[in-house]
């Protein structure tokens, strides 16, 4: 694939994340020019792209044989290697673009469908949450420190804290989750919408939520993540029960700890 081991190829991954988060830190509730792209409520300011084109010179500078999946720019660079980078540059833009702290840069490399390397990377709260395939999933806080990512425990719905999130097409489209979310909210401890895939899957990867299950989420959304909830003992599939496919847009999932698993999916599959 490369010269470099999985865990220099982390560190890479790491320092990247790094530098991109530290440009949108530094942009962060300051003026800046803002599109829109599939709907009135899908925003593109112009970090995404600037994160995108920064994380994207650096990549194919370390990884010139590689492919790239990335949100603003699509399928680039060598895209019938089996070694690929999937990238987005500001997962929660609408919080970004709002002055609301919580997004971040998440980064991941696959080889075919297996997942190598993963970083999601909050810079507003200098949080890096990192993963290498059968290496683990770890949080480095502000005081610089590794610490070992685990899943939470909890094994009964009613106990739990859950994680979701609509799609852009909610005001159009029927699946549009609102039924889930009531169905869901009925019988968990707590329910919360953040505004950011990435960080919702890593923080079911901290035990800080005990599941999330969202619809229409896109490869870039969720690369890193399903490897950090992976490694931390979590459970990841289709809402239908089958395994993630990276390749396919659009993808409804439930991730959990395990245990709640089942429970979330007769939970969501209640909806009719
Ligand atoms: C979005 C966020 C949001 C989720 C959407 C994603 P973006 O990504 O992760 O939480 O509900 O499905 O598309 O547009 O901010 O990169
Ligand atoms: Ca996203
Ligand atoms: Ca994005």
Same mark, same amino acid.
């Given at each position: 694939?490369?010269?470099? %081991?999985?865990?220099?190829t982390l560190?890479?991954s790491q320092?990247?994340? @790094?530098?991109?988060?530290?440009?949108?830190?530094?942009?962060?509730?300051g003026?800046? =020019?803002?599109?829109?792209?599939? %709907?009135?409520?899908? !925003?593109?300011?112009?970090f995404?792209?600037?994160?995108?084109?920064?994380?994207?010179?650096?990549? @194919?500078?370390?990884?010139?044989?590689?492919?790239?999946?990335?949100?603003?720019?699509g @399928?680039?660079d060598?895209?019938?290697?089996?070694? @690929?980078?999937? &990238?987005?540059?500001?997962? $929660?833009?609408?919080?970004?673009?709002? /002055?609301?702290?919580?997004?971040?840069?998440?980064?991941a490399?696959?080889?075919?469908?297996?997942?190598?390397?993963?970083?999601?990377?909050?810079?507003m709260?200098d949080?890096?949450?990192?993963?290498t395939?059968? $290496? /683990?999933?770890?949080?480095? $806080?502000?005081d $610089?420190?590794?610490?070992?990512?685990?899943?939470?425990?909890?094994?009964? *719905?009613?106990r739990s804290? &859950?994680v979701?999130?609509?799609?852009?097409?909610k005001?159009?489209?029927?699946k549009?989750?609102?039924?889930?979310?009531?169905?869901?909210?009925?019988?968990?401890?707590?329910?919360?919408?953040?505004g950011?895939?990435?960080?919702? !899957?890593?923080?079911?990867?901290?035990g800080?939520?005990?599941?999330?299950?969202?619809?229409? *989420?896109?490869?870039?959304d969720?690369?890193? /993540?399903?490897l950090?909830?992976?490694?931390?003992?979590?459970?990841?599939?289709?809402?239908?029960g089958?395994?993630?496919?990276?390749? !396919?847009p659009?993808? =409804?999932?439930?991730?959990?700890?395990?245990?709640?698993?089942?429970? !979330?999916?007769?939970a969501?599959h %209640?909806?009719?």
């Amino acid at each position: 694939m490369t010269s470099l %081991s999985l865990s220099q190829t982390l560190h890479k991954s790491q320092t990247i994340a @790094r530098q991109a988060g530290d440009m949108l830190r530094g942009a962060f509730a300051g003026g800046m =020019a803002m599109d829109t792209k599939s %709907s009135e409520t899908d !925003m593109v300011t112009e970090f995404d792209t600037r994160a995108e084109n920064l994380i994207l010179e650096r990549l @194919r500078a370390d990884f010139p044989e590689h492919g790239i999946v990335a949100e603003e720019s699509g @399928r680039t660079d060598r895209a019938d290697s089996p070694y @690929r980078w999937f &990238i987005d540059p500001i997962d $929660g833009t609408n919080n970004f673009a709002h /002055g609301l702290p919580h997004f971040c840069v998440s980064i991941a490399l696959y080889e075919n469908q297996e997942p190598l390397v993963g970083v999601i990377y909050d810079p507003m709260r200098d949080e890096m949450f990192s993963a290498t395939a059968g $290496g /683990g999933a770890h949080l480095t $806080g502000p005081d $610089g420190q590794a610490k070992p990512l685990r899943v939470s425990t909890t094994n009964a *719905l009613i106990r739990s804290l &859950i994680v979701t999130g609509f799609p852009y097409d909610k005001h159009t489209s029927e699946k549009n989750n609102l039924p889930q979310f009531c169905a869901m909210t009925r019988r968990v401890r707590g329910i919360r919408r953040l505004g950011s895939a990435a960080l919702d !899957m890593a923080y079911v990867a901290a035990g800080r939520f005990d599941g999330y299950w969202e619809f229409k *989420l896109n490869p870039w959304d969720i690369a890193a /993540g399903y490897l950090l909830v992976t490694e931390a003992g979590g459970t990841v599939t289709t809402i239908d029960g089958k395994p993630l496919d990276i390749d !396919m847009p659009k993808q =409804a999932l439930i991730v959990s700890n395990g245990p709640l698993h089942d429970e !979330m999916a007769s939970a969501l599959h %209640s909806i009719a």
